[in-house]
């Protein structure tokens, strides 16, 4: 028999707030203002020392603050550290110390570079730095899937206590590319709002806004969690990884690589459609992410299904991060027993189907099972399958 997989700590770094309480706060008022950076976040707290801060990259700053904000409130975790792991994704890793280095390279010359520019840069840097601090010494790895990294990581670290290799995994993802090669790559690609809003499936809707952050869970076996008196938050049912082998940018037609990953997460945790309550959606504000993705919910779930929320609105999209701080997201919507309504969404799109998005204002609720999405370039799809602990 599988063993259940519960989270005692979460951790979060987000434009609408650093820490659970600042996010949650953030999630139920109006988006930020302008860009929707971490705006005068210091990473001085969360390390040792300061030469520490230097030697890290802004992606490896937030994960380290989100990752001791979880343990914080988990507790250490018991038992043997081989048993004991770290899975933090990333969409592109440190590329504040690339563009900052290549500059150096040039105005400064080649003897100027950093001897730590590459262990600073590495996509996996995170992980490592959160195994090194903690003394995890199980698997230590990083997931590198665009926007369902942060999805994709916490469902394989679940799977990691499921299959009982370790018995506890700090998972989650982070990112920091709002540099500004990488901020004019996206704007270039017309990936981004012309307007500057994010407004999740409204007709207006025109691409989305970038954002950075990062967020953590600590997951852990269910009864070694409650034999060391750890609070269980949410338990962790399963989750599911497909391709759509489609597009490098553009989703299948009629979201079918997005249904196909929601059935897949439903079959992992045992569940049917019906048992459904909520779907926290990817949502990103793109014409045809939104539309793709409400056909899927539309045809797995009937109309209108069950409520459907995207914190984008006033997160943003902070690509690799996203999935893990929509975990978070879902985390606390059970916590307080309240859906955050999908910032920026007024007018109804005629050309999309029927489905119960939340929106004008934050709607209360009986916690239940839960599918968060990401859906990433190149056709990664991921689902997480949550409910609240029973």
């Known amino acids: 028999m599988a063993r259940r997989v519960a989270v005692t700590g979460v951790g979060v770094v987000s434009c609408c707030g650093v820490g659970q309480e600042a996010f949650w706060s953030g999630l139920l008022s109006a988006p930020p203002a302008g860009e929707h950076r971490v705006h005068?976040?210091?990473?001085?707290?969360?390390?040792?020392?300061?030469?520490?801060?230097?030697?890290?990259?802004?992606?490896?700053?937030?994960?380290?603050?989100?990752?001791?904000?979880?343990?914080?409130?988990?507790?250490?975790?018991?038992?043997?550290?081989?048993?004991?792991?770290?899975?933090?994704?990333?969409?592109?890793?440190?590329?504040?110390?690339?563009?900052?280095?290549?500059?150096?390279?040039?105005?400064?010359?080649?003897?100027?570079?950093?001897?730590?520019?590459?262990?600073?840069?590495?996509?996996?840097?995170?992980?490592?730095?959160?195994?090194?601090?903690?003394?995890?010494?199980?698997?230590?790895?990083?997931?590198?899937?665009?926007?369902?990294?942060g999805t994709h990581a916490i469902a394989n670290a679940a799977r990691l206590?499921?299959?009982?290799?370790?018995?506890?995994?700090?998972?989650?993802?982070?990112?920091?590319?709002?540099?500004?090669?990488?901020?004019?790559?996206?704007?270039?690609?017309?990936?981004?709002?012309?307007?500057?809003?994010?407004?999740?499936?409204?007709a207006r809707r025109d691409g989305f806004v970038m954002a950075e952050g990062a967020a953590v869970l600590v997951l852990e076996e269910w009864d070694a969690a409650l034999a060391r008196g750890a609070t269980v938050l949410a338990e962790v049912l399963g989750g599911s990884s497909s391709a759509d082998a489609h597009h490098i940018t553009a989703p299948s037609p009629g979201g079918a690589g997005a249904m196909a990953c929601m059935r897949l997460a439903l079959d992992e945790a045992g569940l049917a459609p019906a048992d459904i309550v909520h779907v926290n959606a990817h949502g990103t504000s793109t014409p045809l992410n939104d539309r793709a993705e409400a056909e899927a919910i539309a045809a797995l779930f009937g109309s209108p299904g069950p409520a459907v929320t995207s914190i984008k609105g006033v997160t943003g999209h902070a690509l690799g991060a996203a999935g893990a701080i929509e975990a978070v997201a879902v985390v606390l919507s059970m916590q307080h027993r309240l859906l955050p309504p999908t910032?920026?969404?007024?007018?109804?799109?005629?050309?999309?189907?029927?489905?119960?998005?939340?929106?004008?204002?934050?709607?209360?609720?009986?916690?239940?099972p839960t599918l968060s999405n990401s859906f990433g370039f190149g056709g990664h799809n991921g689902c997480l399958a949550l409910a609240p602990p029973s």
């Open 161 to 202: 206590i499921t299959s009982g290799r370790c018995d506890a995994v700090v998972a989650g993802s982070t990112e920091a590319a709002m540099t500004p090669v990488g901020v004019q790559g996206f704007t270039n690609m017309t990936a981004l709002s012309s307007s500057g809003v994010s407004r999740p499936f409204d």
């Open 40 to 149: 005068d976040f210091d990473p001085t707290p969360y390390f040792d020392n300061p030469k520490e801060v230097r030697r890290a990259d802004r992606f490896q700053h937030f994960a380290t603050a989100a990752a001791v904000e979880a343990l914080t409130q988990s507790g250490r975790p018991t038992g043997e550290p081989l048993r004991q792991g770290v899975i933090i994704g990333t969409g592109i890793g440190g590329l504040t110390t690339i563009e900052d280095q290549v500059m150096t390279y040039h105005t400064k010359g080649p003897r100027r570079v950093s001897p730590f520019m590459i262990p600073m840069v590495m996509g996996n840097a995170p992980a490592a730095a959160v195994s090194m601090r903690f003394g995890f010494e199980g698997p230590c790895e990083t997931v590198v899937t665009a926007c369902a990294a």
């Open 343 to 368: 910032a920026g969404f007024e007018q109804q799109d005629p050309e999309l189907p029927e489905i119960d998005l939340v929106h004008g204002a934050a709607r209360p609720w009986e916690p239940g």
